[in-house]
């Protein structure tokens, strides 16, 4: 009796976005930072799920969701080496690495409570900035404080 099922593969998705190459720890804040339960169609997430090229990986597929530059954006801070891929009637009609931009505009809250985006209606700016570690951070535009990317807080 050694007919058990030893692989099930989760369902491709006929419409919407898959996230893949996703550094494992990072699965869930990327799902959160997108909103993702709130959604009402379906959602699967993977992790701690086998990869050649990062050992573990996390994977993220969404049904009938593309997403905007800023959301985009949002990924790549989170997941700085993610895929993004769109499947169109089940076939992938675009697949790129996401890349981070040089600046990011109005999505990230700068730690400074002094800063002048924390105190007036003054949409925040940061440079991308890599430091001596080869490290990414984010510089803000206005005081020129330095944020970590664990230290991130989505607006
Ligand atoms: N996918 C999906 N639904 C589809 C088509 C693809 O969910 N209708 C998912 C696959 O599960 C895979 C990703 O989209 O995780 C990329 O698809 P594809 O390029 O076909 O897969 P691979 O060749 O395995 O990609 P890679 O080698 O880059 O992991
Ligand atoms: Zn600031």
Redesign the pocket.
Known sequence: MNNKRTELQ?????NGT?I??IASENTFRVFQILNLEHIKEQVYLGTNLESKKLGKKG?I?ISGKFFDPEEINKIALVAPHA?L?E?KD???TK?EKINLPESIDKIVKCMNPKCVTNNQDVPTKFKLITDHHGKTKLSCHYCEKTMAQEDIWFL
Do not use: G, N
């Not at 989760?10 to 006929?14: M, Q, R, T």
């Open positions: 989760v369902s491709a998705i006929k898959v893949d190459h994977i597929k895929t891929i499947i089940y076939e992938v697949k």
